[in-house]
């Protein structure tokens, strides 16, 4: 199931908001619903108003009624909604042989090109935006949040101050918290935003090596228990990647039942907190390097209970269980380094189409493509992610 795209809005129905009420206008083809913005406007929103419904490209770079920075600007982006087909886009559709290339807006590859060559590209974006997150592209991640900006405009959470405290007492209802906790932010190039801002701070930030450092020897050395203990070298190695195996259901689960719950958990600051540490602060910031692999002592207490079920599950023989929880060890520490890497690094070609499905994750469909080290339980639970408008990427 794609993640829906901001919609091509009927120019009526623009021309129609000029009240304070509901307030839209345009920048070519993009329509702004200003409502929100009309009472911090610097010049009143009387002002505003005296333009909606209306393209304001010209009014906005008058240099003798008043030049808009580029603040000004990224505020309208803020309130992005969707498209309209200006006067020359649709005579360019009228005489286009292919006018689907075209419309819905934003055009492909095709349509741009005919509108480029038609004098009627202006302010035309030349791919989709995915509503949930405001954003286009995997290089959207990365571009560096204002960060006094973003506050002011959407009134959730100060990144130059903690986090944590922000959250838990910012009464915010679940469904407000969802849809901005899901806009990714970028901070400072990339750095760790404050979280606690104080001495525990750093236990919420793990480097990749910190993950196979800790855990890898443990895991060998379970490994080498069972192997030494079983007297059927191939039994054993098939409990192990039998682990192997379940493991990449429990990344599945986890993700989409526990980091996800989303719209089931209570609507409380316990649970909306809850979910922020564990999950919705990646989703937030996801490009924070240090907040990407899990701390030890959050993978403790979720490995705990899948420790106790192996032992409980293969009961007649510890070597056995240990050896099964081992493989499925070995398989998280893949899934954490697979994470990080499809962030932060360039990757061989499986693991670049890997990379392009995870990401898309973030910036187009959270709802779906849950899988990080393999799509295959995305397919068998239909959970797999499909790009909208695949033939309108510019």
């Not at 989409?256 to 907190?273: C, Q």
């Not at 002592?297 to 007649?316: G, M, Q, S």
Request: include cysteine; glycine fraction near 8%.
């Amino acid at each position: 199931m794609p993640g829906r795209t901001l919609p091509t809005i009927l120019s009526s129905d623009v021309e129609s908001r000029k009240t304070a009420k509901s307030c839209y206008v345009t920048l070519g083809t993009k329509v702004f619903d200003i409502t929100p913005f009309l009472d911090d406007h610097p010049g009143g929103g009387d002002l505003i108003l005296e333009y909606g419904g209306k393209d304001v490209t010209q009014i906005m770079g008058d240099e003798f009624s008043h030049t808009h920075s580029e603040a000004a600007y990224e505020i309208l982006d803020d309130h992005l909604i969707g498209f309209v087909t200006t006067d020359a886009v649709m005579k360019t559709v009228a005489k286009s042989d292919h006018p689907d290339n075209i419309v819905p807006l934003p055009p492909n590859q095709a349509g741009m090109k005919e509108l480029q060559a038609n004098g009627a590209a202006d302010n035309v974006a030349g791919q989709p935006i995915y509503a949930t997150t405001g954003m286009s592209s995997a290089e959207d991640l990365s571009v560096e949040t204002d960060l006094s900006q973003d506050y002011r405009t959407h009134k959730f959470l100060d990144l130059n101050r903690p986090l944590f405290m922000q959250i838990w007492n910012g009464g915010f209802d679940k469904d407000f918290y969802l849809e901005q906790v899901h806009r990714p932010r970028h901070y400072k190039g990339g750095a760790s935003a404050p979280l606690f801002g104080n001495f525990l701070e750093p236990l919420t930030k793990t480097p990749w090596w910190v993950v196979p450092t800790i855990w890898l020897p443990p895991v060998a050395y379970g490994t080498y228990l069972s192997f030494m203990n079983m007297p059927n070298t191939t039994a054993m190695s098939a409990y192990w990647f039998m682990g192997l195996g379940l493991w990449t259901l429990v990344e599945y689960i986890l993700h989409r039942g526990l980091f996800h719950i989303d719209g089931y958990m209570p609507n409380n600051r316990v649970a909306i907190t809850a979910h922020f540490l564990l999950h919705g602060i990646h989703h937030y910031l996801p490009m924070d390097k240090l907040r990407l692999v899990m701390p030890p002592t959050l993978f403790i207490a979720l490995a705990t209970p899948f420790y106790k079920l192996a032992h409980a599950v293969f009961f007649w023989d510890w070597y056995v269980a240990t050896a099964v929880f081992c493989g499925g060890i070995f398989g998280y520490i893949c899934y954490d380094e697979t994470h990080y890497f499809l962030h932060h690094r360039t990757l061989p070609s499986y693991y670049r189409e890997l990379k392009r499905y995870h990401l898309q994750h973030h910036f187009a469909d959270y709802e779906n493509g849950f899988g990080v080290t393999s799509r295959f339980w995305d397919r068998v639970f239909g959970t797999e992610l499909g790009m909208p408008n695949a033939a309108k990427a510019a």
